[in-house]
Structure formats: structure tokens, C-alpha cells
């Protein structure tokens, strides 16, 4: 152990949790969950993550998805409970080396761990109309898919990706969300990206997918 | 000589690169980029482009694109003009045999990734495939507008008039709109993009294609995708309508009719065939029992044997 | 393991084979030895440090083995390797004002403090064939008399511009913006003077001599005087977060030409010299002031003069400099096109029919009409 790492281990007051058992080989494997998610809005992807035990509230699968993700080049914004962690840091700032920020348009990626009370979309960067590309990556993070385990009824998606439309059960979201998720979508090409993070699946909704409305 | 020009341990190990050659900044470097693309289809995503083991222009994006998307259980098919046996389609399937020890594949059904340069395979792709292009010149305005600074304007405010333009005075002069490959597309009706120097024939096979499809150009430096099912529009006008080349014969070795034919050359005395450009697809038909016209023609059988073995010495 | 092979696997390695073999040319003559190149070919070595963009002469000297002596694959061989090295940090800038100097001249003054140290070079030899050096051994080493000048500080004369205020002063740099890298950032436009500076600095040296010939023959004119070009030793320290102090990492040999140019002053400043920047490493001076000339022709916009040449034409030069790209793309044509030679073959052909026809049409029309006459 370096000593750096003891460093910041003694600040968290536990050991420092592992990361990726085999950092090439499952950061592949969970990067191709997130392209098919991306690529197939959503559509459930299962991901393996045996062995990654992150502080709580981060959880195993935004903890593979942070560790496949981030680095040097990636700032990173935490909600309030995850932010409150200094665990988390710990563990985000050892394994990724992705500056932890303040301010949620400064982010390229964020992470909500109380996604019932997560800030608007609109605060993250949404891209400029010359670079879209430079907008937000925001990750939901305890997501239940699948109409029993949500309180909202299912979304339907159209759009790139989706051969025809798609229902899209998934939860929790704060009520305002899909009203949010629709203006985004508008906004086209600019517009941020959404990864939902389950137990042991994900699922992504890229700014190019629209909401149809719901009937009920 | 000074201490520091000494030459250093890794050199002396070739052999030990990192799984598919690429450090692992640098594959999340193009996977992030990868999101962004599939994120806005159509969108050509900047990304800092590494210098490779292998020339710029002889695929360094797809390379990136492969390498950074490559697991261990895929199976990867490498072609070339079509075809598994060109020259740069075995060097580069070595490359990746070499650094990844990947399992590869000339059968474009047993493939879970193909990488192409110049063409799409004749059998309809599946959703667990991936397809990834070599693009040597990404921006589809660029022979219209030079300046990089002017086409991100143009992409922005979707302001194609001007490719519009060159394709109806096309017609005005010649009577034919006469781009016949890298035809320019429409992406999920917004970003006009570069299908890649394909031939024309193929792109209506992009259009709402079961298997994602990522390009990538290295010396350019950009990537990007078009997802499953996109809506691919061919760039055309009312009266004068996108439309694909024709072939008047089937194959000759295989009969195949509708699909893409190279010219072989059998003689100087103006003898010629056409040949399937996919070969897998016609060494495929071939082995079910389709023959040609020309399958029992010696000349033939010379180009036919030629596909399977040696094509260069 | 199942692993595809095909036609043109065997062709490749007989290639392969066959360009060693050739390399090594007549076993009978003894291999070049990487120090004989490091040491004898030090022109070349520098080159291909500098487009190689890293600075290791064995490594270079290796390359240059390699190539045959072709020296743009060599600098491509160099990018390849260095691309796969871990990164520890960046350097503090260099200070050439410290150079430990084996040439310095100005063509601005006839003497100055430290004085003209003309060094090695081929400036005032005259290009006749030296066939003594045909014979195998090149002989006794010639003596060569140094002037002491130890102590003597060698200012930098665009500094002693400066003292006077008649330089532009050196742009200062703002330690909240880090300084641009386009080895880890696609280069987009416009592009800062950090972001062009190390594109040229690792340019061809035939593009941006061409460029430069090209100020002076009046495309974009920059009334370049030579100011001062150095040639010589600097360290190169690294600042160690961990130590809190620089620390040495080594010499590195560089050539550095600042040209001095006229500028007629706007309503926001007083006429003054600006000047073109150039450094390159190694002894290098063709492309040092190169580099300058064409660093000042892009500096148009900040200095408010008309951009007509294309020397000033930002976003043409940096996309258009690199060797490495250059020849990936010309050369990229030797690969087989022949799908899309088709697909030209096949439109050719229908044009050449149409045309025909309708040159047919055309006479049977002149001909009824002459015949209705």
C-alpha cells in the first residue's frame, strides 16, 4: 500500500475498498454493458460485479461504472449523500483520479445517489450546438427496472436505437423527471445522457431518445 | 552519448503490450467518446487520436474503435474491399491475433465484431454484431469547405445547402448526381454524414441496421456512430432519386445476383469477369452448390482459387 | 484457438523479410553501429528527435537504423514508441537564458555581451565534395582552439530589446491556464499560440522552410531579422508535488531562433519589434528559423495585420504540417481502392454512353437539317 492510500485510508476510518479484480478486462466488460445500454435505449444490460464492495451510498454497479468511466481527464460531481461521504472520495479520488466539483455544469460525469430529490437536468453542462459532445453524463443511481419494482408507470421511448418503441419502467425518479428528460430530448443535439444504475443491471437514456406520452 | 539515451528495458520485451495494445487511459479516452457519439448519431466526436504501430491512412481509427470496445470472448472479422485476404486485412487481423489473442474469423455470421474499410457484408447483420469503419476523411462537407472552423458552423446551424447545391449542379452538368462512393447521408434527420468510402450500393444497408455501427478516423480524429435501427437517409432530390448501381450479370463464380461485383481482368484481350466483392459470402454460396456462369471456365477457376489462396506474392 | 488465415499472409512475411534483408544490405560491409549514427549523423538525429517528438538519441539513432535513413518513417517509428510511454508529468519551462552555449549569433548586432560564438557549422564552408573523407578513416582529429568564455553571461538579445522597450514583451502566462497538448487533446481551432508552437515544433522541416521562403518572397511579409539563434545545453526539471522543489531530470541539446520583426504599432500600442519564436531539438537551425518566420506570419490576427499569404493561414498550416499524417494519407493509395474504382468505372462508362448518344443525335440533327436546306 502506498502512502498516499494510507493517507486517505485513515481520514475514511476503514480500509480502502478494492477496485476491479481485473482492471482491463472487467472495465471492458462493463464499458460494452454501457455501449449496448447506450445503444439500445432502455434495454436492461446485466453487469458482473462480483468483488467491488465501494462505501455506502455508492453502489457496486456506480462503482464499476465510475472505475470504467472516470480518470484525470473526467470531473465529477456527487450529490449531497455522496458528497457527505468522505469514503466515497476516498475511493473515487484513489481509484479514478477524477477531480471531485462543486459546481454541477462543470461536470462531464455525475453521480446521484437520492435520485428522488436529484437537482433539475438543466443544471448539468448540456453541450454547445459546435460541441455537443461536451455535455454531462448524469448516473441514477439504486434504479429498479421493470413495472413492480417503480411507483411512476412506464415511459415509452422511440427514437435511434429503438426498432419500434420501447416501454421503459424504471424508478425512482423525482416527478418532475420526465417532463425534464422530454425538454432535453428537444434540445437536440445538445442535451446530457442518463445511466440508470440497478442492483446488478443498467440502462441508459441518450439525449437522442424521446418520450412518447404515457398513456394511462 | 548523455545517461538518459540509454534504450530503455521495454524494448527489449516486444511482445508485452497491454490487451489490444492500447493503455487503459487511452482506451476509456475513445469509449468515452464512443458514448458521446452513439449519444448524438451522426455526430462527429472529436477525440485525441493516438499515433499507431501502423500508418495513418491504413485504418488507425478503426484500430482505436476495435481496440477499445474489444473483449476477450469476441470473435473478430477483418476485411478489406470485402474481402478477409487483402493485404491490410491480414496485417491487421495479425495485429489484433497478436495483442489481444483474440479468436478471428473470415464468416461474417460467426463474427461478434467486424471491422470493414470500403464495404458491408452481402449477409444482413444481427443485433449482437458490432460494425466498425476505417474512415480516412469523416467530414462529409470537407471537399466543399476546406475549413474545419466553417463545417462545425455548418453541422450546427444544419446548414447542408451547400451539399445540396453540389449534388443538383452534379445533375446539371452530367445528368447524374456523380458521387458513387463516401455518398453523403442523412442521420436520423439531422447530422448529414460520411458513410466511409463505401460504394453507394451499401448504403441502403445502413439504414435502420439491426447491428450498431461505429467509424473511426485516426488522422482526423474524430468517431462516430450510428446506433441499432437509425433512420440512414441517402442524400437526394424528388426527380432525381437516390439510386444504387446495377450490375447486368450475377457473379461469375457464384451467380449471386444484387450483390456488389469487382471487375477481374482475365486477359489482354479484353476478357473479364465479375466477382463477388464479399468473398466470404460468395466462397459461402459456393460451398452450398451455387455456380455461376463462369464457375467451369479456367480463366475463372484461376480467380476463383486465387480468392481462397494467394492474391499477391 | 481457431485463427483465420487467408491469402497475402505468406506475401507479408516475405515482405517483411525481404526489406531486412535489404536493409542490411552487403553483409560484407560492417553494420552501422547506433553510436556511429548518434554521433555522425547528428543532423539526422535531431530531425527525427523533433518530429519524433522525443528526445532520446539512441532511440532515434535506432530508428534511423531501422528506416534505412529514411528519416519521416524513422520520426513515425519515434511517435509510435512514444505514444505507448506512461506519463509523469510536464517539465518547467526550459531557460534558454541559462544555455550552456556552443553557438550563439545575432545578425542584429555586430557585438553584444557574451559576444557571436559561431560554433559548428556549415555556414561560411565552402560545398565542395571533401574526399578525404571518402577514405574509410577520417584521420587525425583536428585541434580546435576554444575562446575561453566562461564567465561571461550571454543575454538573450531579445531581452536587451526589451530593457530598451522597443520588444514586444514576452506574453505572460497565466498560471491558471494550463498550457495546451495536442498529443492529448484534438487540435480544434482557433488555435492559441501554445497549441501552434508545438504543432510547428514538431512540423516537417521541408513544409514549414517552404512556408518560411514563401513570407519572403512577399506572401504575408514579415520583415524578419535573425535577432538571435542559440544552439547548446539546458536542463530540464520537473517540479516533484511530493518534494516541493524542482528537481534535475537531465540536459537536452535545442536550437532556439528568435527573429525579430518590424511592427508599425496600432492605437493601442507604440511601435515596437515582435517576434517569431522558434525551438527545436537538437542542432537544427533550418528549422528553428523556419519555425520562427512562420510562428510570426500567424500572429496576424493579435498584431491586427491583413491575412492574404498562406503562411498566416492558422488553421491551413497546423492541419497540413505533420509529416507523420502527410505521408499516412498520400502513401494510404497504394492500398487497394478497387470497390470504388468500380463504382467510378461503372458511372464513367454510362457518362461516356450518354455522351455518345447524344453526339449521334446531335450530327443526325445537323444532317437532316443540312439536308432539308
Not at chain 3, 557574451?114 to 571533401?130: A, C, E, K, M, N
Not at chain 3, 531581452?159 to 492529448?184: A, N, Q
Request: aromatic residues 8%; negative net charge.
Amino acid at each position: 500500500m502506498t502512502a498516499t492510500q494510507e493517507t486517505q485510508t485513515s481520514q475514511a476510518m476503514t480500509p480502502l475498498a478494492a477496485g476491479f479484480h481485473d482492471p482491463v478486462h472487467d472495465a471492458q466488460a462493463c464499458f460494452r454493458a454501457v455501449m449496448n445500454a447506450m445503444a439500445r435505449p432502455g434495454t436492461r444490460q446485466s453487469l458482473d460485479i462480483a468483488g467491488l464492495t465501494p462505501p455506502a451510498p455508492l453502489t457496486s454497479v456506480a462503482a464499476a461504472l465510475a472505475l470504467t468511466l472516470l480518470d484525470y481527464d473526467t470531473p465529477v460531481w456527487l450529490d449531497k449523500p455522496l458528497m457527505a461521504s468522505e469514503a466515497v472520495k476516498a475511493f473515487l479520488r484513489f481509484h479514478t483520479g477524477a477531480p471531485i466539483v462543486n459546481e454541477p455544469v462543470e461536470a462531464a460525469f455525475a453521480l446521484v445517489a437520492n435520485p428522488g430529490q436529484m437537482i433539475p437536468l438543466a443544471s448539468f453542462n448540456q453541450g454547445s450546438a459546435e460541441y455537443p459532445d461536451r455535455s454531462a453524463t448524469v448516473i441514477l443511481l439504486g434504479q429498479g427496472f421493470g413495472a413492480a419494482r417503480t411507483a411512476t408507470p412506464a415511459v415509452t421511448l422511440t427514437g435511434p436505437g429503438i426498432q419500434d418503441s420501447t416501454a421503459f419502467p424504471v424508478g425512482p425518479v423525482p416527478p418532475v423527471f420526465w417532463e425534464q428528460v422530454a425538454a432535453n430530448s428537444r434540445q437536440f443535439p445538445r442535451g446530457i445522457d442518463l445511466i440508470f444504475a440497478g442492483a446488478a443491471e443498467i440502462a441508459a437514456l441518450p439525449r437522442s431518445t424521446r418520450i412518447l406520452p404515457t398513456e394511462v | 552519448m548523455t545517461d538518459t539515451a540509454r534504450i530503455p528495458e521495454s524494448l527489449h520485451e516486444q511482445g508485452e503490450y497491454n490487451f489490444a495494445y492500447l493503455d487503459e487511459q487511452t482506451k476509456r479516452m475513445i469509449r468515452r467518446a464512443i458514448l458521446k457519439g452513439i449519444a448524438i448519431p451522426g455526430y462527429q466526436v472529436p477525440f485525441a487520436s493516438r499515433e499507431m504501430p501502423m500508418p495513418y491512412g491504413w485504418g488507425t481509427g478503426g484500430v482505436q474503435v476495435t481496440a477499445a470496445i474489444l473483449g476477450r470472448s469476441d470473435c473478430l472479422k477483418m476485411i478489406d474491399q470485402g474481402s478477409d485476404d487483402t493485404t491490410n486485412a491480414v496485417s491487421l487481423r495479425g495485429f489484433f491475433e497478436k495483442t489481444a489473442g483474440v479468436r478471428t474469423t473470415c464468416e461474417t455470421a460467426e463474427a461478434s465484431i467486424i471491422q470493414t474499410r470500403h464495404r458491408i457484408p452481402e449477409k444482413d447483420l444481427r443485433e449482437d454484431q458490432i460494425l466498425v469503419f476505417q474512415v480516412p476523411i469523416p467530414e462529409p462537407l470537407r471537399f466543399l469547405e476546406p475549413r474545419e472552423t466553417e463545417t462545425r458552423k455548418m453541422h450546427a446551424l444544419e446548414d447542408y445547402g451547400l451539399m445540396h447545391v453540389k449534388l443538383y449542379e452534379d445533375i446539371a452538368k452530367n445528368g447524374h448526381i456523380a458521387t458513387t462512393y463516401a455518398y453523403p447521408v442523412k442521420v436520423n434527420d439531422r447530422y448529414v454524414m460520411d458513410p466511409s468510402p463505401t460504394p453507394k450500393f451499401d448504403n441502403p444497408k445502413i439504414d435502420r441496421m439491426a447491428a450498431l455501427q461505429l467509424y473511426g478516423a485516426g488522422r482526423e480524429k474524430r468517431i462516430y456512430a450510428i446506433p441499432p435501427y437509425t433512420k440512414v437517409k441517402s442524400l437526394d432530390f424528388e426527380d432525381y432519386p437516390f439510386e444504387i448501381q446495377k450490375f447486368d450479370k450475377p457473379c461469375g463464380l457464384c451467380g449471386a445476383e444484387n450483390v456488389y461485383l469487382d471487375e477481374v481482368i482475365l486477359d489482354d484481350k479484353g476478357g473479364r469477369m465479375f466477382v463477388c466483392s464479399d468473398s466470404d459470402y460468395c466462397e459461402e454460396r459456393r460451398a452450398d452448390g451455387h455456380l455461376g456462369p463462369m464457375a467451369a471456365d479456367p480463366a475463372a477457376a484461376r480467380v476463383g482459387n486465387t480468392r481462397t489462396g494467394e492474391t499477391i506474392r | 484457438m481457431y485463427v483465420a488465415v487467408k491469402g497475402g499472409e505468406k506475401a507479408i512475411r516475405n515482405a517483411h523479410k525481404l526489406t531486412a534483408k535489404r536493409r542490411r544490405g552487403d553483409t560484407s560491409v560492417p553494420a552501422l553501429t547506433l553510436e556511429q549514427i548518434a554521433q555522425q549523423l547528428a543532423h539526422s538525429v535531431a530531425r527525427v528527435m523533433g518530429e519524433g517528438s522525443l528526445y532520446d538519441e539512441t532511440l532515434a539513432a535506432l530508428a534511423i537504423k531501422q528506416a534505412r535513413g529514411d528519416l519521416i518513417e524513422a520520426a513515425f517509428l519515434m511517435r509510435a514508441y512514444r505514444t505507448t510511454l506512461p506519463r509523469f508529468g510536464y517539465s518547467t519551462p526550459v531557460d534558454t537564458g541559462t544555455m550552456l552555449v556552443e553557438r550563439r549569433i545575432s545578425a542584429t548586432y555586430k557585438d553584444l555581451p557574451g559576444g557571436q560564438v559561431l560554433g559548428p557549422t556549415f555556414d561560411y564552408s565552402h560545398r565542395l565534395l571533401d574526399f578525404a573523407l571518402a577514405a574509410e578513416d577520417d584521420g587525425a582529429e583536428q585541434p580546435v582552439e576554444m575562446t575561453d568564455n566562461d564567465d561571461q553571461a550571454m543575454p538573450r538579445v531579445t531581452d536587451l530589446l526589451g530593457d530598451e522597450g522597443l520588444m514586444e514583451p514576452d506574453p505572460v502566462s497565466d498560471g491558471g491556464t494550463p498550457v495546451g497538448d495536442l498529443t492529448r487533446e484534438p487540435l480544434s481551432f482557433p488555435a492559441d499560440r501554445d497549441l501552434r508552437l508545438q504543432n510547428l515544433a514538431r512540423g516537417d522541416e521541408g513544409f514549414l522552410l517552404a512556408l518560411a521562403y514563401s513570407t519572403q518572397r512577399g506572401y504575408g511579409r514579415t520583415h524578419p531579422f535573425a535577432g538571435e539563434i542559440r544552439y547548446g545545453e539546458v536542463e530540464v526539471e520537473f517540479f516533484a508535488e511530493e518534494l516541493g522543489f524542482a528537481v534535475t531530470l537531465g540536459a537536452i541539446k535545442v536550437t532556439e531562433c528568435q527573429m525579430v520583426n518590424q511592427f508599425a504599432g496600432s492605437a493601442q500600442a507604440a511601435p515596437t519589434f515582435t517576434r517569431g519564436y522558434g525551438l527545436v531539438f537538437g542542432q537544427a537551425e533550418r528549422k528553428a528559423m523556419s519555425m520562427s518566420m512562420v510562428d510570426r506570419s500567424m500572429r496576424w490576427q493579435e498584431l491586427g495585420e491583413e491575412p492574404v499569404a498562406p503562411a498566416q493561414d492558422v488553421e491551413f498550416v497546423l492541419s497540413h504540417s505533420d509529416n507523420i499524417q502527410a505521408t499516412g494519407f498520400v502513401e494510404h493509395l497504394k492500398l487497394p481502392h478497387y470497390v470504388d474504382f468500380q463504382a467510378e468505372l461503372d458511372l464513367v462508362h454510362r457518362m461516356r454512353t450518354e455522351w455518345f448518344e447524344k453526339r449521334e443525335q446531335q450530327e443526325q440533327g445537323g444532317a437532316a437539317q443540312e439536308a432539308a436546306q
